[in-house]
Structure formats: C-alpha cells, structure tokens
C-alpha cells in the first residue's frame, strides 16, 4: 500500500487572504450585478408582456367596431372587413377562419403565418366554440405566441367565424434578450476588471504583512536586528510599525537576556573557583586550615547568594505592577530615609540638605529603597566621612539625592556606574554584585524618570533621582 502523499507545510494560495478578498469582492459584485440586472429584465419584460397584452385587447375593441361599422350583411362580409381593416404590425398575424376552414388572410407579406398550422386552428375553434373570446399563450415548432381569438357572427345569428391576432413572442422580446445579453457580457468583463484591480490593490495592501510573515519565519532566537519595511499610514502599514515596536522591545530583551547570563556566569565563576580551590588545597587534619576553608567557603557563598538575591530583586522591579504610586510627602520621606540610613554605619555623618516641600505621586517603599541603596553605596564605596540626603522640586519634576563628601568617581566610569555589574573601579573583584545602582535606576524608570551621578575628584560624588510631578 503506497503511504499518502504529504503536502509540504506552507501558504496555500487558494487559501490566502488575498485570494478570500478578491474572492468576496467577485461574489458580491456579481451577486449585485445578477440582482440588478435579473430585476431589470424581469421587469422590463413584463411591461414588455403587458404591452403585447395590452395590443391585443385594443383587437378586440377595434374588432367590434369594424363589425358593426362594416354594414355587412354576410359573414363573409364581416371576415373580410376585419381582416381588411385591421392589418397586421411587424411581429404581428392576422386571419379569419369561416364555417371551421380558413377563409381569409391579409394581402401582402407577413412576419408568420399561423393559418396554415392546423393544430393551431383546431386550438382556436375548439376555445371560442366553449370560451367565446380567448386570448392565450400558444408555442409552435418554430415560435411561441401570444393571440386572441374572437368569434364573429352576423345579425345576431349562430357564431359562424373567428378572427385572430397573434403576436409573435420571441420578436417582441428579442430586444430586451439581446440588451440583457450585452449587460451580460459587459458584467463579465466588468468582474474580470474587478478582478485584476482587486489582485493589485489587495497585492499592495497586504504586501507588509507578507513581509511581516517572511521576516517572522526569519527570525530566532540569535537573529532578531530585521525590520518589516514600513510604507504607507494605513491600518496595514501601522501594524508592520507596531511589529517593528515589538521586535525592538524583543531584540532589547533577549540582548538583555545574554548579557545578563553573560555577566552572572563571570559573576558566579570566581567564587566558584575560589571554593574549589581552596578545598582542594585544604588540609583536613589540620584544624585551623579546616576552619579557615569554612569561613572563606561561607564567606564566597553568602556572596553568591546576595547576587541571586539582587538578580530576582531587579527582575521584580522591571515589572510595572510592582510599583503602586501614591502622594507622598518628599520632606518626610528623607527625614525618615536619614534615619533609618543611620544603622548603615555609625562611622559616618548622616544629614539633610535641601528639602523641597512638595508632595509627589512615588511609590514611598520604592523610592526608600532606592535611596538606602545609595546610601549604602556611598557607605561601601565612596571612602567618605559625611553623607548628605537632599530633595528639590521645580519644573514639574522632583529630584532626590544622595552626596557624599569621598575621593570621587572617574569621569570615563561615571556614565557606566547603572549598568548591571558594574562598579566605580575598574576590576571586578571589589566587593559587592554591581547591581544595586541597576536596582536604583529601575525603580525610577518605574516611575517614568531617570537615575543620574555627576562627581569631581576630591569633591565627591552625587546620585540623582529625577522624577516627573511634583507641586509646590
């Protein structure tokens, strides 16, 4: 038994959303076009129809009146009058019919002739013999007919004749056939028009999120610098810009992502080997070297432990939900922030500066943590003797500070000092995880502002926390 065929995974063209556009563009325009245009035959045929009807009982009025203004005072006279007098347009036949047999027919030509088609005859006698005046629908071998029969008699005697008019169908209708078929023909190449058009416009419209599709199948996890190319201010073209948006945010991300893992993996391979090292250089009789082992072995795990510490705390932060703004009053925050920075270290000078006296919409738990975390910065780095907290409001923004009086940070470093891991010195065997000003500076984008450091050698260092409110 042969396996079955597997279709390649992919587009299938017939199934596109190009094709379904162009697909219910036709059907609706030729749906419109068949209702249009069936109403308007089948209207226009019906007058048509009416009209033909409408002849046909003015025969029977004009028959009448030919009779009795005729004078005739035999059938035959009557017949002949009628037949005489009431000639036959185009499309039209007339004839009398006397004692059961034909008697009369016009003179010169005519569209048809129905007095030869004996079937017909019979028809006609048969329904005026019972019906008296007939007027039906009657189809030959070669045409169908609309008529009227009507029996002729003389002084009131015994209806001895019939006169009929007939009016060929197919010839009174030919010219609506014949318009309806070049709207016919002018629908169809309206739809294939349509058609071309439609592919076209679709093609162009749709064209960003094929490319959106293409790129998209393009992209991994090691390569997401395409862009969808933008052309246009459509809905269409605002979707390509918004996917764009979105790869950037992802690209920002993933770039994040690496160096993060990147930086931890650094991070966590010195104390690692530290330990490894040591153990593997530790003497167990000796109880000294033991016990030092232990205590630097604790000591490196403690320290990997608060850089696991500060990787979460900095994920959470990153997470706008984490921050519940509220209004708080600036000047007490600092004056609480001091004193609880105090317990930092007893060797320093704890102050306030500059007060704003203002009321902003912060997060105070946020905002107090990023403030101890410069504090302790300045404890654990700034070589310093006095640390200031300081606040301003102006410009519809509030700023909160930290300075401390120590030797400063170097100019090249100083734009780097909020990035993850990175430290006012230039090795990374100084003390600490380098995240906590990443820390501080996530919590004021958080807020919608920013985190800043300005220093100058031997006048110390300031970090800045810039935040949009503030009234004073």
Known sequence: MLASETRPPGRR????????????MIIAAAAGMVIAGGTAYLVQRERTLSGVDTRLSSAVSDARFVASDSGAATLNEALTALVQRIRPSAGESTFALGGGATALVPGGDTSFALEQNTAFVSRVLDETA???VVRGTATTSERAVRYVAIPVSVDGGPRGGVFV???DLDLALRPLNDAFRTFALLAFG???MLGLIGWFVAGRLLRPIRHLRE??????ATGVSERIPVTGTDDVSELASTVNGMLDRLEGALTGQ????????HELKTPITI??????LMEPTDAADVGATKAL?????????GLVRDISELAQLQRPLHVAPEPTNIDALVDRVRVKATALSSAHTWTVGERAGTIAEVDPDRITQALLQLAANAVAHGDCTEITFGSSASGGRTRLWVHDDGHGVNEKVLPLLFERFRRGTAGRGEAGSGLGLAIVAAIAEAHGGRASATSAPGAGTTFTIDLPGGAE
């Open 130 to 132: 019972r019906l008296g």
């Open 275 to 280: 330990v490894r090292g040591h153990l593997e």
């Open 258 to 265: 690496r160096q993060l893992l990147d930086d931890v993996g």
């Open 13 to 24: 063209p017939l199934r596109s959303v190009r094709a379904r556009i162009l697909a219910t």
């Open 215 to 220: 790129t998209a199948a393009r992209i991994t």
């Open 165 to 167: 008019l007939a009016v």
């Open 297 to 305: 072995a604790i000591d490196e795990l403690d320290r990997m432990s």
């Open 190 to 192: 309206s739809l294939v």
